[in-house]
């Protein structure tokens, strides 16, 4: 408690917070000893109103204060609440004995618990005023054991007030725990109005609560009553003592040493109990605080004695409520600080919207004024066209008026000669003004209204609307049907719901090793390569494996944190490659772009090199790269050719020989109307379609596999596993006709569907493949 209350406590006046401010440095200060550091700060040419800061007194950080003043900070509320709580608990027993104890930090508990097995452990047998004292460690002296002091504090006055000094004298004797939980209230059990007097004594010889008018008419200052021990009213339960469980009214005086349990005469006597060792309600009291209190004071024997379940029980249970005590401190002291930082948090978050809020306001203010100059201006002009045609109006009705009255004079002209004169005159110009009325009378614009001003701010004030915190954007979803690949490139695409929230995005792949746990896979970050600050909703990665799949994450990036995509699994294309001339027997003859080879019976001129197929019947070509990773699939077109041999080797193999003749190569052939893999020297005969025109092969480098499929029946021949050494070069053999390559394709789906129902084939078959052709390491047949 004392870390509790030093947490609480004001650090210039060092009492508990009163009316506790906030300071922006996250501290607290008494409001009136804040207003005692500017009155310190006073002077004579410096009034109170005019000081404007302060320094923090725990922190030294300058307080900037407006001009409210001490006025304007913040009360520190959930403090002031915390410490009105703490004061009530405190406060409520400021007379008791156990409050008192209460604001101690180590002895609280102890006491409390003692003095509680004290009461009831020395509760029978009349010892409950001996255990009492012995809870304290100090020896006491019972009422029961020495009447004669009684009766002579008795005898010595001569007046029934002599109550008072005897119950003084008894009631520093008796237990704490009692004492502890007095009650005031406790009524009088003698009275017989209804309700009865509260009581002012206790007698513990005579088990009752009494009034003091009852108490002077039951207890006489004379013996046998001058004997018996009053105390202050305490509860009836804690004055009769603990009674037997089995025997109803009788008293526990005993405490059995087998069962572990308190026990009264009877169960000794005549009991369940009477064949087992027992001893007093004292000794093992004495025995038991001896263990607790001070073991190393007692000898051996007594320890050994002493230590029992009950004993091992009292102590963990002291030791973990003194330790859960202490925890609560430390937790309540973070409690609190954790209050005034969210007390620090809310101002600022507060401090920060009022910002935002004032920012908006005065953006619409600033924008309000551009457009009501823009309207005053048009206004202005507006009427400045109006006045002029107004003026160019009156001049032309002006003119129009003196014609007009010229003409009427001559009309009321009577002479002859006159009017003849006039007349012509005045009738030419009528004519000439009536005829030129569209150019007499002015072009009046009317138009009042402001068509280039229409506002509609619905918009704006949808998005005013919606303001509130920024939250982390959705996790946006990667489309598989958009993405694109080739042999060396992916390109990723992905869509996300609020878009316009996204500051960036983040690419993150790895290559997929098989693993299905994608969160573990996502925590081994060391393998991941990341492309950040992508503003787009696509990006192409370059410089990947060929065949190889790949495992992409989009992370979706804004001020409020990020959220990831699932991930996808995108694969690069096989690696393309062409028949290479260099290897090509002389025999046969390369398409210009070489990717048909086809048998020439006629000897073609051509140089030899160590990488040309050149013996007898060694019609063969092999591409033009070499293959060390990845998986890759390629198809070869057949036509009518009906001997032929196409697989895989290394650059060592022999090229005087056919394709698998040796321990370098592995080859699928066909010879007529018979269809075998070859590899060693060694031919296993498959099954095939004397109709096959469209052969497969996937490479699979990393998983050890070389396959072959009836490409246009979706359609699994064999499959080699092989665990490859060196990199791999795609050979070709022909004996009639001509073959064409098409290489650099995707993997077909049938092949995914195949490689899975031929899984658990190919584990049954291992054993049996590898006894009856140790040739072929793991080679399987599908019959």
């Known amino acids: 408690m004392e870390t509790l209350e030093s947490e609480l406590t004001c650090p210039i006046c060092l009492e508990l917070f009163e009316d506790p401010l906030l300071l922006p440095c996250a501290h607290s200060l008494c409001f009136n000893c804040a207003h005692?550091?500017?009155?310190?700060?006073?002077?004579?040419?410096?009034?109170?109103e005019?000081?404007?800061?302060?320094q923090c007194p725990t922190c030294r950080y300058v307080i900037t204060l407006n001009h409210r003043g001490l006025e304007g900070l913040k009360r520190n509320v959930t403090l002031q609440n915390i410490i009105d709580r703490f004061q009530k608990a405190s406060l409520s027993g400021p007379n008791s004995p156990t409050e008192s104890r209460r604001l101690q930090p180590q002895r609280p508990y102890t006491a409390t618990i003692s003095g509680t097995i004290a009461g009831t452990i020395g509760g029978g047998g009349g010892g409950g005023g001996t255990s009492g004292s012995s809870a304290r460690g100090s020896p006491a002296t019972s009422s029961?054991?020495?009447?004669?002091?009684?009766?002579?504090?008795?005898?010595?006055?001569?007046?029934?007030?002599?109550?008072?000094?005897?119950?003084?004298?008894?009631?520093?004797?008796?237990?704490?725990?009692?004492?502890a939980k007095m009650d005031p209230r406790i009524s009088c059990q003698f009275c017989e109005q209804d309700p009865p007097r509260e009581a002012v004594k206790t007698c513990v010889t005579c088990e009752v609560s009494y009034c003091d008018r009852c108490l002077r008419a039951t207890h006489p200052n004379k013996k046998p009553f001058t004997g018996h021990r009053l105390v202050e009213p305490v509860p009836d339960t804690h004055i009769r003592g603990l009674t037997c469980l089995e025997h109803e009214n009788e008293k526990v005086n005993m405490y059995c040493l087998v069962d572990d349990q308190l026990i009264c005469a009877l169960c000794k006597l005549v009991g369940r109990h009477r064949d087992h060792q027992v001893s007093s309600l004292t000794e093992r009291f004495d025995k038991l605080k001896a263990y607790q209190v001070s073991p190393g004071r007692v000898s051996d024997a007594v320890m050994e004695a002493s230590k029992t379940s009950a004993a091992q029980t009292l102590e963990n249970n002291l030791t973990n409520l003194v330790k859960r005590n202490s925890e609560l401190e430390n937790q309540m002291a973070k409690l609190i600080q954790i209050c005034q930082q969210v007390e620090v948090n809310t101002a600022m978050h507060e401090a920060k919207l009022v910002e935002e809020c004032d920012e908006l306001v005065e953006i619409i203010r600033q924008r309000k004024q551009v457009i009501a100059v823009k309207i005053k201006e048009s206004k202005v002009m507006k009427l400045?066209?109006?006045?002029?045609?107004?003026?160019?109006?009156?001049?032309?009705?002006?003119?129009?008026?003196?014609?007009?009255?010229?003409?009427e004079q001559s009309l009321k002209e009577n002479d002859h000669a006159r009017f003849l004169q006039t007349a012509r005159n005045v009738a030419e110009r009528v004519a000439m003004a009536t005829a030129s009325s569209q150019v007499l009378i002015p072009d009046v614009n009317l138009n009042e209204a402001f068509d280039n001003f229409a506002l509609d701010f619905s918009r704006e004030k949808k998005i005013l609307e919606a303001l509130d915190y920024l939250t982390a954007p959705s996790p946006p979803?990667?489309?598989?049907?958009?993405?694109?690949?080739?042999?060396?490139?992916i390109t990723v695409h992905w869509t996300s719901e609020d878009e316009f929230s996204v500051t960036s995005y983040e690419l993150q792949y790895?290559?997929?090793?098989?693993?299905?746990?994608?969160?573990?896979?996502y925590n081994s970050a060391d393998s991941w390569m990341i492309v950040p600050n992508i503003k787009q909703n696509h990006y192409t990665v370059h410089g990947l494996q060929s065949g190889t799949r790949y495992i992409f994450f989009v992370k979706a990036i804004n001020q409020a944190g990020s959220r990831n995509s699932e991930p996808a699994r995108l694969k690069t294309n096989s690696q393309p490659f062409k028949l290479d001339p260099k290897t090509a027997h002389k025999?046969?003859?390369?398409?210009?772009?070489?990717?048909?080879?086809?048998?020439?019976?006629?000897?073609?001129?051509?140089?030899?090199?160590?990488?040309?197929?050149?013996?007898?019947?060694?019609?063969?070509?092999?591409?033009?790269?070499?293959?060390?990773?990845?998986?890759?699939?390629w198809e070869v077109l057949l036509g009518a050719s009906t001997w032929y041999a196409i697989g895989v080797a290394y650059k060592s193999a022999p090229k005087n020989e056919w394709s698998g003749k040796n321990s370098s190569s592995w080859v699928f052939s066909r010879c007529n109307n018979n269809f075998m893999v070859r590899h060693d020297g060694k031919e296993m005969l498959v099954e095939a379609s004397l109709q096959l025109r469209r052969l497969g092969v996937l490479l699979d480098y990393d998983n050890n596999s070389l396959t072959f499929y009836d490409a246009m029946n979706s359609q699994h021949i064999h499959t080699f596993e092989v665990s490859f050494l060196l990199p791999v070069v795609p050979t070709f053999m022909i004996w009639n006709k001509s073959v064409m390559i098409l290489s650099g394709l995707p993997v077909p789906d049938f092949v995914d569907g195949v490689a899975s129902d031929l899984q658990e084939q190919q584990q049954q078959q291992m054993g049996l493949c590898r006894q009856e052709s140790p040739y072929l390491t793991g080679m399987k047949t599908c019959h």
């Open 36 to 48: 005692r550091i500017l009155v310190s700060h006073c002077s004579t040419s410096k009034p109170l």
């Open 50 to 54: 005019s000081i404007s800061a302060f």
């Open 144 to 179: 029961h054991s020495h009447p004669h002091a009684n009766h002579a504090n008795h005898a010595n006055h001569g007046n029934h007030t002599n109550h008072t000094n005897h119950t003084n004298h008894t009631n520093a004797n008796h237990s704490p725990a009692v004492v």
């Open 384 to 407: 400045r066209k109006l006045a002029q045609q107004i003026a160019n109006c009156r001049q032309c009705l002006e003119r129009s008026s003196a014609l007009i009255t010229q003409a």
């Open 477 to 489: 979803s990667i489309r598989d049907e958009l993405c694109t690949a080739s042999h060396d490139t």
């Open 510 to 521: 790895t290559i997929y090793t098989g693993q299905t746990n994608f969160i573990s896979l």
């Open 587 to 633: 025999k046969l003859r390369l398409s210009n772009d070489c990717l048909t080879m086809e048998k020439d019976e006629s000897s073609l001129k051509k140089s030899h090199t160590p990488e040309r197929f050149s013996g007898t019947g060694s019609y063969g070509a092999a591409g033009n790269v070499f293959i060390d990773s990845g998986g890759h699939y």
